[in-house]
């Protein structure tokens, strides 16, 4: 095991909480530490965000999709009646950085209880909701936009969102077994219960890290990698700004070090914060 690694699970017992598998990339080199028995497959949680960004980058980079371009536009044929007017000022780039005017915590299905939504049609459900602002004004964090992400995705693609992956990241960075909490329409959530292997979600790292680029074969844009961190679409800048990272629920991570070119991934429940000894490391 690496220096680094060994580092990490250290500090993970010192930190405390339940840590399963850390995660290293250096160089290229992926290597895993088991802290804890569990299921091969965790909860990502909220860092499933990051792979819906990666499907609409797809989408972009094939000029499938504007990142200006207004949901209602996207959705014109699924519109119920008596919307909220301020849905006609809501874009995609708005919903990736939940200034789309749904309430904090809206549709967040691992807070609430679905059955009490009243419907089995998220989609209707959400374009039935009078938003708390007008989008792009100020922001509010929801799985509600994710999961409308979701269906962005599968409106452009004609694939729902986890089909539409399947052929152009996961398979082609040898993911293992996944699967995705999803409506009762069948389509992905989108903005949480994405369950994969620690060390898959580590290889979205590694893809960022390189540019869109993953052993030789271009998978994203170097463009689309960028705008992601300029934007801020869900890797936001951490560490002292010398990393870009997502965190989920109860203590999932994912971040890459451009600097270090190294990338970390963990799945914990409960797991305490690693960052600070991540941002005092020196490699020797």
């Given at each position: 095991m690496s220096q680094y690694l060994n580092m990490l699970c250290?500090?993970?017992?010192?930190?405390?909480g339940t840590f399963y598998k850390?995660?290293?990339?250096?160089?290229?080199?992926?290597?895993?530490?088991?802290?804890?028995?569990?299921?091969?497959?965790q909860n990502s949680y909220s860092v499933a965000k990051s792979f819906v960004v990666t499907a609409i980058g797809m989408l972009y980079d094939q000029g499938m999709i504007d990142l200006d371009e207004r949901?209602?536009?996207?959705?014109?044929?699924?519109?119920?009646?008596?919307?909220?007017?301020?849905?006609?000022?809501?874009?995609?780039?708005?919903?990736?950085?939940?200034?789309?005017?749904?309430?904090?915590?809206?549709?967040?299905?691992d807070a609430i209880d679905a059955s009490t939504l009243g419907t089995d049609d998220y989609l209707t459900y959400l374009f039935k909701t009078k938003l708390n602002f007008v989008p792009g004004t100020k922001?509010?964090?929801?799985?509600?936009a994710y999961y409308l992400l979701s269906r962005v995705v599968s409106k452009k693609s004609g694939e729902k969102l986890?089909?539409?992956?399947?052929?152009?990241?996961?398979?082609?960075?040898?993911?293992?077994?996944?699967?995705?909490?999803?409506?009762?329409?069948?389509?992905?959530?989108?903005?949480?219960?994405?369950?994969?292997?620690?060390?898959?979600?580590?290889k979205l790292g590694e893809l960022y890290l390189?540019?869109?680029?993953?052993?030789?074969?271009?998978?994203?844009?170097?463009?689309?990698?960028?705008?992601?961190?300029?934007?801020?679409?869900?890797?936001?800048?951490?560490?002292?700004?010398?990393?870009?990272?997502?965190?989920?629920?109860?203590g999932q991570f994912?971040?890459?070090?451009?600097?270090q070119e190294r990338v970390v991934a963990w799945h914990s429940f409960g797991g305490g914060d690693l960052l600070p000894a991540i941002t005092l490391w020196k490699d020797e």
């Open positions: 250290a500090e993970a017992a010192r930190v405390g850390i995660t290293e990339i250096h160089k290229g080199k992926i290597e895993t530490a088991t802290l804890s028995a569990g299921n091969a497959c949901i209602v536009d996207i959705f014109a044929d699924e519109l119920p009646d008596g919307m909220d007017e301020k849905w006609q000022h809501m874009t995609v780039h708005h919903a990736m950085v939940h200034g789309c005017g749904f309430f904090e915590g809206y549709l967040d299905i922001g509010a964090y929801s799985d509600a986890d089909d539409f992956l399947w052929k152009r990241l996961f398979y082609p960075l040898g993911y293992r077994e996944m699967a995705w909490s999803k409506c009762p329409y069948g389509y992905p959530m989108g903005a949480t219960g994405l369950y994969i292997y620690t060390e898959d979600m580590a390189r540019g869109g680029v993953w052993n030789g074969e271009r998978i994203l844009s170097e463009e689309w990698c960028d705008i992601t961190r300029r934007r801020g679409y869900e890797f936001h800048n951490i560490c002292s700004g010398k990393a870009y990272g997502k965190g989920g629920a109860f994912l971040l890459y070090i451009p600097e």
